[in-house]
């Protein structure tokens, strides 16, 4: 008896990232224009090698400045006010696939940023340093705001002074709600805290689901780009839903001794980054090994 092998319905690009990469392919598709994207446009190698195939060309901050009236795409992680008016001195082209979540999030940084600093105020971001989306909103606030990443960062916070909480839209909820409790408890004097959720429910929302998911199945493939923060979370949750759980980011990864003990079930999920394309790669690969036929039971 073969395995049953299923594809959870709910993983795969979410809007932010199919939007981007619509607007890739729809400018491709145009004309012999060339078209650059300012860093990958999802953390996927295979997915940007797939678009770099059609003639995309990925290009990093330094050679995005020395660009002369060219086509670039901003991807869906969004930019900072300075990249923009970079862009427009260098009269370039701009296919702006910043997510509206990202883009509404961006708004309300800098609006409570223009509020806040003339009195001493701190804008604070819970994510990860050197992202690319955090990257975009601490350009909202000059530079100053302060990023939370570990219980350490707080440290850099003056809690005399009123603070603004923000949090990267792909982060855990949970954490954002523990940043929230433990931000509170060391306000000094009367020093006003806000908070404002900005957390994308569309990725959130899968974390739950991929441990349900998980669990559902005796052995998980859990497929993502290497350089996708949003991958290792969800693998995180994937293994507390079944231990039996192993993140691969292409087909060559996945090999025999991986299916030993042989199980009954076997799921295929994967990040906000991973293609559908590219779990069904997986699938493939399984009954290549197995010797399963196509046509073989999938959900």
């Known amino acids: 008896m073969y395995p049953k092998i299923e594809i959870d319905q709910q993983s795969g690009f979410c809007f932010g990232v199919i939007n981007a990469v619509k607007h890739a392919e729809e400018e491709l598709a145009k004309d012999n224009k060339e078209l650059y994207c300012l860093g990958d446009i999802v953390h996927n190698n295979q997915e940007v090698d797939r678009l770099e195939a059609k003639g995309m060309q990925t290009i990093n901050y330094e050679t995005f400045s020395q660009l002369q009236g060219k086509r670039v795409l901003f991807r869906a992680h969004g930019e900072a006010p300075a990249i923009y008016q970079m862009a427009k001195e260098r009269g370039i082209e701009l296919v702006d696939a910043t997510c509206p979540v990202v883009l509404a ?76 409790d433990t931000l509170q408890s060391r306000m000094v004097g009367d020093a006003p805290f806000e908070f404002q959720d900005s957390i994308c429910r569309q990725v959130s929302n899968r974390m739950p689901h991929i441990q349900e998911f998980s669990a559902q199945h005796e052995l998980t493939f859990f497929v993502a780009g290497a350089k996708s923060s949003n991958g290792k979370v969800l693998f995180g949750y994937c293994q507390k839903g079944n231990e039996r759980s192993i993140f691969v980011s292409s087909p060559e990864e996945v090999l025999p001794e991986m299916l030993s003990p042989l199980p009954k079930t076997i799921g295929i999920c994967g990040a906000t980054s991973t293609p559908r394309w590219q779990m069904e790669q997986i699938a493939s690969r399984i009954r290549e090994l197995l010797g399963m036929p196509e046509e073989a039971d999938e959900a």
């Open 105 to 180: 999030l961006q708004k309300k940084v800098r609006r409570k940023f223009a509020e806040l600093d003339p009195k001493g105020g701190q804008i604070v971001i819970y994510g990860k340093k050197g992202h690319a989306e955090v990257n975009g909103l601490v350009g909202q606030t000059e530079g100053k705001a302060i990023i939370v990443q570990s219980r350490e960062d707080i440290e850099q916070i003056d809690f005399s002074r009123p603070i603004a909480l923000f949090s990267q839209t792909t982060q855990s909820l949970t954490g954002f709600h523990e940043l929230i």
